[in-house]
């Protein structure tokens, strides 16, 4: 039986709208960035939270751009980081050292999978590695790390919508909501009972 996942949600952090307007802000910023350098523009979508973010944003981009995906994991629970970064989809491309990477990411907290992700591609041989994230929870910050391209930043709430999950749910929403505490509280009970 389906139910209406909007009745989860707390409050509409971002519409649909102001998203649209910010992506298509990002996007000029990169066709201004990127317009004359040589090489390839990659965006690499961080699986699974940056599709939305990544799909909006690659039809943004007025100049030719390649595709690709990493998927990398590190997160120990449903709502919190275990700070160990796994890559489990690498990058395999032959021509990275005429690449431009910018590595689209949902959302930043601590800012460890970037740093890393940067670091790791930096080491792979790319051209250049800039990030672009939808969202950025500055507060949360565990290390020292600042995105090239940001769209929003918000504040320490648990947000889902726009590719953001909990326990899987709630990407396909349009929006960002800052999800009600009683959902992902009630669900942590439970994954506690059945231990």
Do not use: W
């Not at 930096?122 to 672009?132: D, F, I, N, Q």
């Not at 889902?160 to 509280?185: H, T």
């Amino acid at each position: 039986m389906y139910r209406d996942l909007t009745e989860d949600i707390a409050k509409v952090l971002l519409t649909e709208q102001q998203i649209r307007q910010r992506v298509q802000e990002i996007a000029e910023t990169i066709d201004r960035d990127y317009r004359d350098k040589d090489g390839k523009l990659v965006l690499l979508c961080v699986l699974k939270g940056s599709v939305v973010f990544m799909a909006d944003l690659m039809k943004a981009v007025s100049l030719p751009v390649d595709i690709d995906f990493m998927k990398v994991s590190s997160y120990g629970s449903a709502t919190v980081s275990s700070g160990n970064i796994r890559i489990l989809l690498d990058l395999h491309r032959e021509d990275i050292a005429n690449c431009h990477i910018i590595i689209v990411e949902d959302i930043i907290d601590s800012g460890r999978t970037l740093s890393h992700l940067t670091k790791y591609l930096e080491l792979k041989g790319a051209k250049s590695v800039r990030t672009c994230t939808l969202l950025d929870k500055p507060e949360r910050r565990e290390v020292d790390f600042t995105p090239d391209y940001a769209g929003f930043v918000i504040p320490d709430e648990f947000v889902v919508g726009y590719g953001l999950d909990y326990n899987e749910a709630y990407r396909e929403l349009s929006f960002v909501g800052i999800l009600k505490p009683s959902v992902y509280s009630s669900m942590h009970r439970e994954e506690k009972d059945e231990k």
